[in-house]
């Protein structure tokens, strides 16, 4: 899997930790207006001042480095504000909005190194934590249940509580001008993007377009041999988009098989009714997994081109995974 900026973060994070460095992690928790970086991002900073990750784009940083460098943020947590009514009146985010943003700073120990990796676990999609902390104490993440798909920031009292998950997967199965147009929705969505085909002819004209595919993880191959062989895990929204019964059925059949959150395919409602007829004539799928499929796929938004049938779709995956 493409590795997020997030991952690379923490990677780097690991590398100096391994080198006996202190490093101070920074998570963005909230934003007022217009900010450049959602909450959950990361920044990281070496002892030495080797930084990776952002905050803001660019205006934050050198501040921060400054203040590093004068011996501020010594304590194991704490937060500040940048923006309007932030530490810094001089320092604004050209966009005129604000942030909290938590700062930790981790001396080079196995402690602070088993939880970096743990934290890294989490955003690979191995593990979901909760990472919980009060400002002027170090954190403590506890094993949870919870998949947002997302970073999810609250605040209990004076706690600091922090979902830690992979990002949302977005599996294509089949190349067609309506995946094109999900692949640009998804990736201002902040989905990890996997294209699963097969066709050679497809597959080459995805591959002549590196603005379209740039970031996006090919898997060549049949997509339901694929998800018979890996499956694929609950915060992946799988669509099979080709209108070829021959690749659409056999990837339905074989992703309601596996616990990923949102199941569409592309049809009209009497195309969708007659593929569920040969699906249940298959007798692969109870009733219940049959009812997991979304076909036609998409909110009723009158959608006729393809770019308006993609929005319909994103809009549907979105509200699926917000629990709305």
């Not at 900010?35 to 934050?60: D, F, H, K, M, T």
């Not at 066709?199 to 339901?224: H, Y």
């Amino acid at each position: 899997m493409v590795s997020s900026l997030d991952i690379q973060v923490l990677e780097n994070a690991l590398s100096w930790m391994g080198k006996k460095r202190c490093i101070w992690l920074c998570t963005v928790l909230q934003t007022w207006g217009s900010a450049p970086r959602a909450p959950g991002s990361l920044l990281a900073v070496s002892q030495e001042g080797a930084i990776c990750g952002s905050l803001s784009g660019g205006c934050i940083e050198q501040d921060f480095l400054q203040r590093l460098a004068a011996g501020d943020y010594r304590q194991p947590s704490q937060q500040i504000r940048y923006g309007a009514g932030g530490l810094s009146p001089d320092v604004a985010l050209p966009c005129g909005g604000s942030l909290n943003v938590l700062i930790e700073c981790l001396p080079a120990s196995a402690e602070a190194e088993h939880y970096l990796t743990q934290m890294l676990r989490a955003l690979r999609g191995e593990v979901s934590l909760e990472k919980q902390i009060v400002p002027g104490r170090a954190a403590r993440l506890i094993p949870t249940d919870i998949m947002t798909g997302r970073p999810r920031v609250t605040q209990h009292a004076n706690t600091v509580v922090l979902t830690l998950n992979a990002a949302s997967v977005l599996l294509i199965a089949g190349l067609s001008p309506v995946a094109d147009y999900c692949i640009h929705f998804a990736r201002m969505l902040g989905f990890h993007i996997q294209v699963c085909e097969h066709r050679d002819a497809w597959l080459a004209e995805f591959d002549a377009r590196p603005v379209l595919n740039a970031g996006v993880e090919i898997i060549r191959c049949f997509p339901a041999r694929h998800l018979e062989r890996h499956g694929c895990p609950a915060h992946t929204a799988v669509l099979s988009l080709t209108h070829d019964a021959r690749i659409d059925d056999l990837t339905l059949v074989e992703a309601c098989h596996t616990s990923a959150f949102y199941i569409g395919a592309l049809g009209s409602q009497s195309n969708s009714e007659r593929r569920r007829v040969r699906l249940a004539e298959m007798g692969e799928l109870s009733a219940e997994q049959l009812a997991r499929i979304s076909a036609p796929v998409g909110m009723a938004l009158g959608s006729k081109t393809p770019p308006e049938i993609a929005l319909a779709i994103m809009a549907d995956i979105v509200r699926v995974k917000n629990g709305v």
